[in-house]
């Protein structure tokens, strides 16, 4: 009697659950689908100033015209609950206090939410410690290190977005989206588990879909 009644509220509550769920999937659903649009995408990302960053000296940076899109990973753990904004300040100082480099060496970065923060100023040509030449690079970091653990999906929504936002302003074709390492012999950025998306087409689906549910909405 009592396992019945134990039971039976143990039902309920797991009813309730799945309601809860489905509403929850319902609306995340509907407002990704719905408000996603490169205007709105690009009205998000997180800019220099606003993460406390300074702009690079525009009399040293080197200007390009972008040609190609290029993922890379952080290549070290970046534990949950570290601040992103701090971060991005650390890599800008070391970036010219050890490097000489005028500024991040990335355009774009990635935080394990899928937030998206402006790093070096898309108009310069980035950086990079490898032998390729990173000039006509649109370049995108991921934060963590993907030859050790999984990119969640957050930062795949975020790269997805992130490429297909850069393939349309740039016109880009999507067979010039790769991994740095497809550059570069002395890597293996942006990891494993990162580029496993680009080579089974994951990345390029998804950013085909993005392109053309624009261009729809533009009809
Ligand atoms: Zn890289």
């Known amino acids: 009697m009592n396992f019945k009644i134990l039971d039976r509220a143990t039902l309920r509550v797991f009813l309730k659950f799945l309601s809860i769920l489905q509403t929850i999937v319902l609306l995340f659903g509907c407002t990704s689908v719905k408000d996603f649009s490169f205007k ?6 997180i800019t220099v100033s606003h993460w406390g960053g300074t702009p690079a000296i525009d009399s040293l940076a080197k200007k390009h015209t972008i040609t190609h899109i290029t993922l890379h990973h952080q290549g070290e753990h970046f534990p949950e609950g570290k601040d992103p ?3 991005l300040r650390n890599l800008q100082s070391w970036s010219r206090r050890e490097k000489k480099w005028i500024d991040i060496p990335y355009h774009y970065i ?3 939410k899928g937030k998206v923060y402006e790093g070096r100023k898309i108009e310069y040509a980035g950086d990079t410690n490898t032998e390729y030449d990173p000039a006509g690079h649109a370049l995108i970091n ?5 030859e050790e653990v999984e990119p969640n999906e957050y930062q795949l929504e975020a790269v997805v977005n992130t490429m297909a936002w850069l393939a ?3 016109s880009v074709p999507v067979d010039l989206i790769k991994g740095h390492k497809d550059y570069s012999k002395m890597t ?7 580029y496993m998306y680009l080579e089974n087409g994951f990345f390029f689906k998804n950013v085909k879909a993005k392109l053309n549910s624009e261009k729809k909405s533009k009809l």
């Open 85 to 87: 904004a701090q971060h």
């Open 142 to 146: 991921v934060v963590g290190n993907f």
């Open 40 to 45: 709105n995408f690009e009205e998000k990302i």
């Open 110 to 112: 990635i935080d394990l």
């Open 188 to 194: 293996v950025c942006p990891g494993k588990n990162l």
């Open 168 to 170: 349309a302003k740039y």
